[in-house]
């Protein structure tokens, strides 16, 4: 009976049967200069389902509702210099991939005014980002979010394949290279 079971397991991968995860090792070769620090999981982890707020409009959400696509999620502050230094990339990169198969969705995480966000958003001229808000850090600390920014890269099964801490340039050729990859892989 053993031998039956691994000639099965043994035929389904010699045929290209494919892992029930995304393979990542594709993209994580693309990693250059800044994405260097981008984490790659060997297996999936499970993400929080902690509500969050919508920002300028009353409600809460959770991860979830990006399930379907691949989503960075970037936790920031409006305190944070190198959060600010990277919203403008994040923006840009939105601009460029933001669609069907892909989102970003930025998290101010602790203290951070509405107002005080909205004030960043605007100078920056940021207009294709969430406002969106964990002001109690209820979903920053069930994914481990110490320190900031740090930015999580969700598969459209709604678990974490990657992360980074700290800023990175992701208008850089090699971010660019390594969302294409993941969302041109499905």
Known sequence: MKRYIAAIIYTALAFGATPSFADTSAAALLRTGDMKKLIFHSTPEATSNAPFQL?????????????????????????CAPCRKEMPMLSA?????????????????GRNSPAGIKKFFETANIDNLP?????????AS???????????IMDPKGKEIARLRGDADWMSDSAKAIIAELINKD
């Open 131 to 139: 406002s969106y808000q964990d002001p109690k850090q209820s979903l």
């Open 55 to 79: 920002g300028n409009v009353a409600g809460e959400k959770t991860l979830d509702a990006y399930k379907g696509k691949y989503v960075l999620v970037n936790f920031w502050a409006t305190w």
């Open 93 to 109: 990169l939105q601009a460029e991939f933001g669609g069907k198969d892909f989102e970003v969705v930025t998290i101010a995480t």
């Open 142 to 152: 069930q994914m481990g979010i110490f320190g900031l920014p740090i930015t999580v």
